[in-house]
């Protein structure tokens, strides 16, 4: 009886530890009080990685109105999201436009953790 109550507390121990590390790997917002998250990702030449500068992120969601406007990389990065439903709209640098079924807007579900999207570019036909 006394080795199944060591292994038993054991056990225990060992789904703690595993809920602990589960927990820890969310971070919580301490003004909403909900699960954080980021949105990250770059603007690219279809076909590429290489990043297109200017171009304007916009960010929408529940206490969030956000805006990024991508550098040399074409990178950007939103952080310390609260949880819930969240708008991502891409506004073209000028001379560039969306790559052919490419869309300029994401619906974002986000329950705490990581989002990463790409979006694609051409040079538009005018410049």
Do not use: Y
């Not at 916009?58 to 609260?82: M, R, Y």
């Amino acid at each position: 009886m006394k080795i199944m109550s060591t292994v038993g507390r054991g056990a225990v121990l060992g789904v703690a530890l595993l809920l602990g590390a589960v927990i820890a790997s969310c971070s919580d917002n301490p003004v909403t009080g909900g699960l954080i998250g980021t949105v990250s990702g770059q603007v690219q030449i279809v076909g590429t990685s290489t990043g297109v500068p200017g171009a304007v992120l916009t960010l929408t969601g529940p206490n969030v109105n956000l805006q990024a406007t991508t550098p040399a990389n074409g990178g950007f990065l939103f952080e310390d999201l609260p949880f819930g439903d969240f708008t991502l709209v891409l506004t073209p640098p000028a001379g560039w436009e969306m790559a052919q079924g490419s869309s300029a807007t994401r619906t974002i579900g986000m329950a705490g953790g990581n989002a990463s999207f790409h979006f694609s570019l051409v040079q538009s036909g005018g410049s």
